[in-house]
């Protein structure tokens, strides 16, 4: 596989280099073959839109459904990089994770290939245009919370180098046909040429599930996942967005709707209404109480994925989380301002909206009263 990494032009590519036998394989696609499977990337064949490009749904001439993410123009210093980490995630394989099916590297392209995900994204159940269906029952809602788990805990414990994810959210947990949960985009900011912050995504749907000290002060780590999942998991939960527009323009997080509820023990006031009461109360109890952990305003104090998957199993009934607390978290109103995502009421529906800008920059210029000058760590892999 280490070979193709020199294969960096469209004429050069088609090399039909198959890395892996079998299911799991990924290999290079020409940007015409591209072309030809989404219909020329039709508007009518497009999934949706993110920070780092558009992804279309495709049919290639075997018959495999495919999802192809078209990158924002990348600069030619990036195309090694490129490859070297298009690379590495495909090395990636678990049974939670969107693995790569492909990719193409043309003169001024670059595109990604994965299997398309037929139940398409969490948020389109949660908030997008399956919600009123309610397909996810309670079971489903469990599976797709321990299988997320199950994904992250494998980045951040079992693949080497370590991988932070940096973007977990509803719209990157992914759906196929039986609902299992797959973990999209991993790994995914470290492709992005240099300048291009992955802060610069839009932050509709986003901003909710950043934990503080990354917001704030830039501070990447494993447990910015955790925080970011805890959020994910509230959601999962109560059916409600990250971040919410009350009447009257104020915006509120999702901890700080649920926080009083918490303290309170109020569960089934906390629980996804569409679920018609029907839900396992021990269950919700401890996934509320796994997300209010992971959720912990100071890194340290969250758990760490493999507490969070043995808790949500229910493996550790008298563990060490069972002490129920929160404390929710305010953005900066200067951070909340930036946020998009909750203004309309159909979530992603509407695609037109501009991107967020919540530059990088903005953020360093916050400093962190914890740590001294020159201490701030960036890394993508820990
Ligand atoms: N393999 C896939 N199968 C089905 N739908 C997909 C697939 N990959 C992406 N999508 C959907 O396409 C849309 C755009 O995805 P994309 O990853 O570009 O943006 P995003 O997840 O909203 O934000 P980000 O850029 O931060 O990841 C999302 O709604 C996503 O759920
Ligand atoms: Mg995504």
Redesign the pocket.
Same mark, same amino acid.
């Given at each position: 596989m280490g070979s193709s990494l020199s294969c960096c032009g469209s004429e050069k590519v088609d090399e039909g280099l198959t890395p892996n036998i079998g299911n799991n394989s990924w290999r290079i696609f020409t940007y015409k073959e591209l072309h030809a499977a989404t219909n020329g990337f039709c508007e009518d064949n497009k $999934?949706?839109? @993110?920070? !780092? @490009?558009?992804?279309y749904?495709g049919k290639t001439t075997d018959g495999l459904q495919i999802?192809v993410?078209k990158l924002k123009a990348m600069n030619s210093k990036a195309e090694m990089e490129f490859a070297v980490e298009v690379e590495v995630l495909g090395r990636v394989r678990h049974k939670n994770l $969107?693995g790569l099916r492909g990719y193409c590297v043309g003169t001024d392209q670059r595109l990604i290939v *994965?299997? *398309?995900?037929p139940n $398409?994204?969490l #948020?389109?159940h949660l908030h997008g245009q399956f919600t009123r269906e309610v397909r996810l029952d309670w079971k489903k809602r469990m599976h797709i919370a321990i299988g997320s788990a199950e994904g992250l805990l494998y980045l951040h414990h079992e693949v080497t180098p370590h991988i932070i994810h940096r973007?977990i959210?509803a719209?990157?947990v #992914?759906l196929d046909s039986n609902f299992e949960p797959l973990v999209?985009?991993f790994g !995914?900011a470290k492709l992005i040429p240099e300048g291009v912050s992955h802060m610069t &995504?839009?932050v509709k749907? &986003?901003l909710g599930y950043l934990a503080p000290e990354y917001a704030m002060w830039g501070k990447v780590s494993e447990s910015c996942d955790v925080y970011s999942f805890g959020i994910l998991l509230l959601e999962i939960m109560t059916g409600r967005k990250p971040i919410e527009k009350l009447p009257g323009g104020v915006k509120r997080t999702i901890t700080e709707w649920a926080e009083p509820l918490i303290i309170k023990r109020r569960f089934k006031d906390l629980v996804d209404p569409k679920l018609r009461g029907n839900f396992d109360e021990k269950q919700l109890e401890q996934a509320i109480n796994v997300a209010s952990h992971c959720v912990h305003s100071e890194p340290d104090k969250r758990p760490n994925m493999k507490e969070v998957v043995n808790l949500l199993k229910g493996y550790e009934p008298n563990g060490k989380l069972m002490d129920l607390r929160i404390e929710s978290i305010k953005y900066g109103e200067d951070l909340l301002a930036l946020d998009q995502g909750s203004e309309d009421e159909g979530g992603?529906d509407d695609e037109s909206d501009a991107y967020g800008v919540f530059g990088a920059m903005e953020v360093e210029k916050m400093r962190d009263p914890n740590v001294r000058r020159g201490d701030r760590g960036m890394a993508t892999y820990g």
């Open positions: $999934l949706g839109e @993110g920070g !780092f @490009g558009s992804v749904w999802a993410k $969107l *994965y299997d *398309y995900m $398409l994204s #948020l389109s973007d959210k719209s990157n #992914l999209a985009d !995914f &995504t839009r749907g &986003t992603r």
